[in-house]
């Protein structure tokens, strides 16, 4: 089974000025090492899915309490906002290699008119945060039956016998 993946060249820009960002960071300010693996930006990984009745969104936020998630939907947009914070528990001049993003990210996303922001729904498992967007009753799909043949009903009409010359 082949598997498409769409490239997007300018998240991994982001990423690539993100890490040169931190390594000058690192190298030029010893004295701030904490605040510059706390400070950073990042934007995780989203899936988009869409029927006739939802549009789903999955995103990829492993280690991210969901106290520390918000989801809001103003003017049909979508807007999550969330923070994934460094462990305090290990000394940082413990660390050999440090590569999982921390700092704060916001993700925002155009909501077609079909969806029913009313009734948006999110839930959080295992890392992921899937928001589900129903869509308005008018937007679905409506099936519409085929009728073959007439199904008008049709009247009797007697026609008149000829009448006969004698």
């Known amino acids: 089974m082949t ?6 060249p300018f998240r991994e820009f ?8 931190r390594l000058f960071r690192e190298s030029f300010n010893e ?3 904490d605040e510059s693996l ?4 990042f934007a995780p990984a989203v899936d988009v899915y869409e029927d006739d009745h939802k549009v789903t969104l999955k995103i990829e936020v492993p280690g991210i309490d969901e106290k520390d998630i918000d989801v809001q939907v103003e003017n049909n ?8 914070k ?3 528990d290990e000394k940082e001049e413990n660390y050999r290699r440090v590569e999982r993003q921390y700092g704060s990210f916001t993700r925002t996303f155009a909501l077609p008119p079909t969806v ?3 009734h948006v729904s999110a839930n959080y498992d295992k890392g992921v945060l899937s928001i589900t967007l129903p869509k308005k009753a008018e937007a679905k799909p409506k099936q519409i039956k085929v009728n073959v043949g ?3 009903t049709a009247k009797t009409v007697e026609a008149k016998q000829p009448v006969k010359a004698a």
Not at 14 to 21: F, S
Not at 38 to 41: D, E, F, M, Q
């Open 3 to 8: 598997v498409l993946t769409r490239w997007e």
């Open 14 to 21: 982001a990423t690539l000025q993100d890490r040169m960002n």
């Open 31 to 33: 004295t701030g090492r």
């Open 38 to 41: 706390t400070t950073s930006s």
């Open 77 to 84: 947009t979508l807007t999550v906002h969330g923070e994934r």
């Open 86 to 88: 460094i462990e305090k």
């Open 116 to 118: 029913d922001s009313e």
């Open 150 to 152: 007439s199904n008008v």
